[in-house]
């Protein structure tokens, strides 16, 4: 009976243990980015580690924000109040907007400048309401119970990260 009880718990066990690896390299993401930024390092690895940076948040965030969305969905939204619920929601649509908004950034910076930039937008500004927008949805995710948690946190931080990797001081 014990080795029967084993078996059917290995593969839940497996998806914890997978989820909590991905939690670990998106916070080690960070943790690079932030030591590259600080320390100086030989120029093939800052590129190496910004380029991983820069994939991670442009792949990895869609898909683990709609793993966490289903997650959520299938799972939990029926048990939650509604209010959490509301923060829920908040904490998966605030980084799918951040994300939107960077990958439209890339691509209007990619084509030609036009010579009157009216209207002018600050472009560290519109940067800084990206990142705080990203910390809020980081905390508006500890609403979230379970597996939904670790996949939005995870691309929270994965989007942090991404987004320190286009900041060269």
């Keep these: 009976m014990p080795s ?12 914890q243990t997978s989820l909590i690896l991905v939690f670990i390299v998106a916070i080690s993401t960070i943790a690079a980015m932030t030591y590259v930024q600080t320390t100086l390092v030989p120029g ?11 994939l991670g948040g442009l792949i990895a965030v869609p898909l683990l924000l ?8 299938m799972t939990s939204r029926a048990k939650l109040p509604a209010w959490r619920n509301g ?5 998966m649509v605030l980084p799918s907007l951040v994300w939107l908004s960077r990958i439209s950034m890339s691509v209007v910076s990619a084509g030609p400048q036009p010579v009157n930039h009216f209207p002018h937008v600050d472009p560290l500004g519109l940067f800084a309401t990206l990142l705080y927008s990203n910390l ?4 508006l995710a500890i609403a979230l119970t379970g597996k939904a948690r ?11 990260a991404g987004l320190e990797s286009g900041i060269y001081i």
């Excluded at 793993?67 to 959520?72: A, C, I, K, P, T």
């Excluded at 923060?87 to 904490?91: D, I, K």
């Excluded at 670790?150 to 942090?160: D, G, I, K």
């Design 4 to 15: 029967d009880l084993q078996r059917d718990l290995s593969p839940m066990t497996r998806l």
């Design 136 to 139: 809020l949805a980081g905390l």
């Design 44 to 54: 093939f690895v800052e590129i190496a580690v910004r380029t991983c940076a820069n």
């Design 87 to 91: 923060l829920v929601l908040s904490s």
């Design 66 to 73: 709609i793993l966490g969305f289903r997650d959520w969905l």
């Design 150 to 160: 670790l996949l939005v946190l995870s691309a929270v931080f994965l989007l942090w």
